[in-house]
């Protein structure tokens, strides 16, 4: 009987996985990138950002959020800019519904750093 019931479970639980897009740069903050050089800050690479959301029967009005996935990666990275990233949605179907998963991946800058930088060696 629990070999039934495992495999009945594992037929009725799929997942896939989408790539959706590459952005060459993304923000949830507010920036003015054309006062510094972006290619002389210091980078964090590969920082990976998540939103999950439950959908069931019961609560389909969640979704995944994209904003939420970048504010993530941004506080991972301790920056405000994130560039070169790659933006996936996992889908596992279970009997009542779906798990989502929006994923965020890439380079993170910290471009107000900067900022203060050249505002504190003109003064």
Same mark, same amino acid.
């Given at each position: 009987? =629990? ?13 896939c996985? !989408? ?7 993304? !923000? %949830?903050?507010?920036l ?8 002389? /800050? ?9 939103? =999950?959301? +439950? ?6 009005w969640?979704? +995944?959020?994209?904003s939420k $996935? +970048?504010? @993530?990666?941004?506080? =991972?990275?301790e920056?405000? /800019? ?5 933006? !996936?949605?996992r ?9 989502? %998963?929006?994923k ?6 910290? %471009?107000? $750093? $900067? /900022?203060n930088? %050249? @505002?504190? =060696?003109?003064?």
């Amino acid at each position: 009987m =629990k070999k039934f019931i495992l495999v009945a479970f594992l037929f009725l639980t799929a997942a896939c996985t !989408s790539h959706l897009a590459d952005v060459t740069a993304i !923000s %949830t903050r507010e920036l003015n990138p054309n006062e510094v050089d972006l290619n002389k /800050l210091p980078t964090k690479t590969q920082i990976e950002g998540q939103h =999950k959301a +439950v959908t069931t029967l019961f609560t389909f009005w969640k979704r +995944v959020n994209l904003s939420k $996935a +970048v504010d @993530e990666a941004l506080d =991972k990275g301790e920056g405000d /800019l994130m560039l070169n990233a790659e933006i !996936s949605l996992r889908r596992i179907f279970i009997v009542i519904g779906f798990i989502n %998963t929006i994923k965020i991946k890439g380079d993170v800058v910290n %471009t107000k $750093a $900067a /900022l203060n930088n %050249t @505002e504190v =060696k003109k003064k």
